[in-house]
């Protein structure tokens, strides 16, 4: 994606969806989903528990976890490399920057193929979580 | 145009290519990723918890059963002589259905056709044993499924099914067997998914479990709808991976972590 490109693209379909709709800015939603600033403790805490499955994939400063993935980069530093906005857009639909990523979407239930009855309709996480998350990987500083 | 949207085409496809498959110099049984401690519990059958259901099925393979009154071996023999390799080759075409069958869907098909008893249920201890004591046969030949002319199309199939994104997760078995086998998912090693060992011993289930039982896992790990005990798509993805792992050798009952 070129950072020349700014692109304002209102998703209308999100609130149909019962999504929140939200602005994508270039390479970033700068806003925030819900209105207000995440809480980083329970964003980190989030991160560590493998239901959110953050840790399948990647790995960073959790020592307390001993079972983190390596299939992503390493979380530590994300706050110097990316904006807040730039990490929310990665979080809320990562496919929009790299149409092959394996990272899910994960504010978003459309174009999914099969999703198992107990996750049909939902986004893995909800707005508040994505906020908390966000919250904790903006303080990640090397 | 034209030219351009040829290339274009063309370089999707050897892109797709490329994503397929390991190269065989390099595929590794899931045995090869254990722990020194594993390994050993695999290759001592004395201390093997799989041999526990291999015993069994020797005994049920002796056992009459059905209105027919008959019993496996009054059929088959002996099982070491006639089942030898019979598992390597599976899942195989049946006319009669013009479809394949994994092992255990030939084991009730015999049931019900030549014993004249109800089909044993997916995932029952006599089902599973009786599998694994088949697939024993087999220990250390080379799989050979999918040859068969008229399994393409279901080879294909399987093939389609592992390729596809699904679930809430949105992920294909080729995005972590085929493109990250050398990675870890949450501290385990994912492996390249070959199908060598089943029915085999899994630790975390404190069980043994069938192939299905295995994919299943997967599936509703990436969070999608598993498929049906003995559906066509479980069958298809059994037939794709044991096509995949042509050569490779038998190890039923394997242990798994």
């Not at chain 1, 953050?54 to 994300?78: R, T, V």
């Not at chain 2, 390991?22 to 041999?51: E, W």
């Not at chain 2, 089902?127 to 050979?144: F, H, K, N």
Request: aromatic letters at 6%.
């Amino acid at each position: 994606m070129t950072s020349a490109a700014i692109l304002l693209a209102v998703v209308s379909a999100a609130s149909a969806q019962g999504l929140r709709p939200y602005a994508v800015v270039g390479d970033a939603v700068p806003d925030s989903l819900t209105g207000t600033r995440g809480d980083a403790t329970r964003g980190r805490a989030l991160i560590v528990e493998r239901t959110s499955t953050c840790i399948l994939c990647h790995n960073g400063p959790f020592p307390e976890q001993k079972s983190q993935g390596d299939l992503a980069p390493n979380l530590s530093g994300s706050g110097s490399r990316w904006s807040e906005g730039q990490l929310r857009l990665r979080l809320v639909d990562a496919s929009r920057l790299n149409a092959t990523t394996i990272m899910p979407s994960y504010y978003r239930v459309d174009g999914l193929n099969r999703v198992g009855r107990s996750w049909l309709g939902k986004p893995i996480l909800s707005a508040e979580q994505i906020e908390d998350i966000v919250a904790y990987l903006v303080t990640l500083r090397d | 145009m034209r030219l351009l949207g040829c290339i274009a085409l063309a370089s999707a496809l050897a892109g797709a290519a490329l994503a397929a498959e390991i190269p065989q110099d390099q595929r590794r049984s899931g045995y090869s990723f254990m722990s020194a401690d594993t390994k050993a519990m695999q290759d001592d059958d004395t201390v093997n918890p799989g041999m526990l259901w291999v015993l069994d099925g020797e005994a049920l393979w002796k056992r009459k059963a059905g209105t027919s009154d008959k019993s496996c071996a009054d059929c088959h023999y002996d099982a070491r002589v006639s089942m030898k390799g019979v598992a390597a080759h599976y899942p195989a075409y049946e006319k009669a259905f013009g479809r394949p069958l994994d092992l255990e869907g030939r084991i009730n098909l015999c049931r019900a056709n030549h014993q004249q008893a109800t089909p044993l249920p997916y995932e029952s201890r006599d089902l599973l044993a009786l599998t694994a004591y088949v697939a024993q046969q087999s220990r250390g030949m080379p799989i050979e499924a999918g040859d068969d002319p008229d399994l393409k199309p279901f080879v294909e199939q399987g093939r389609e099914l592992f390729m596809q994104r699904q679930g809430q997760l949105n992920l294909g078995c080729a995005n972590c067997h085929d493109d990250n086998w050398d990675k870890k998912l949450a501290g385990s090693a994912i492996t390249q998914g070959h199908p060598t060992g089943y029915p085999l011993y899994r630790l975390e289930w404190q069980s043994l479990g069938s192939l299905q039982r295995r994919l299943r896992a997967c599936i509703t790990g990436i969070r999608a709808q598993a498929y049906d005990w003995g559906s066509p798509e479980l069958v298809a993805l059994e037939l794709y991976l044991m096509s995949r792992a042509r050569g490779m050798p038998m190890e039923a009952p394997a242990v798994r972590p």
